[in-house]
């Protein structure tokens, strides 16, 4: 098989990035965030800020973003307060949603979160 630079999931508007993330969305609000309508949302860079508008073409909003950038943390994105990690148990529990691009960062997210208390599957879920 031959991976070309005219291979159709290079070329297609199918299989864009957006359209990915379009059925990540639905997937995530038919399922993990079923039963709300709001969520929270961990990062905010452009696999964030995608998932986000994204997700709000199924009603669903998050009520805090947790990010670790400085100039971004106290501030508001759509409404919702930005909070750093450590805030997530003094914010009313809610499903957590994961956007953030690396492997790497996301193994560190999955760590900070166990040690919260936090279940993946259950309480959170890496949707980047």
């Known amino acids: 098989m031959t991976d070309t630079p005219g291979r159709l999931s290079r070329t297609s508007p199918t299989y864009a990035l957006e359209r990915f ?32 508008q994204a997700l709000l073409a199924h009603g669903k909003v998050p009520s805090h973003i947790v990010e670790i950038h400085p ?20 914010v009313p529990r809610s499903r957590v949603v994961v956007s953030v691009a690396g ?8 760590q900070v979160m166990g040690r919260l208390g936090f279940v993946e599957v259950r309480d959170f879920v890496c949707a980047a």
């Open 103 to 110: 492997v790497q960062a996301r193994q560190e997210i999955r």
């Open 21 to 52: 993330t379009a059925c990540k969305a639905a997937f995530l609000a038919t399922s993990f965030l079923k039963d709300t309508r709001t969520y929270i949302l961990w990062g905010y860079g452009d696999t964030g800020k995608t998932l986000r």
């Open 71 to 90: 100039g971004r943390l106290g501030n508001r994105i759509h409404n919702a307060p930005v909070i750093p990690p450590e805030d997530l148990v003094r």
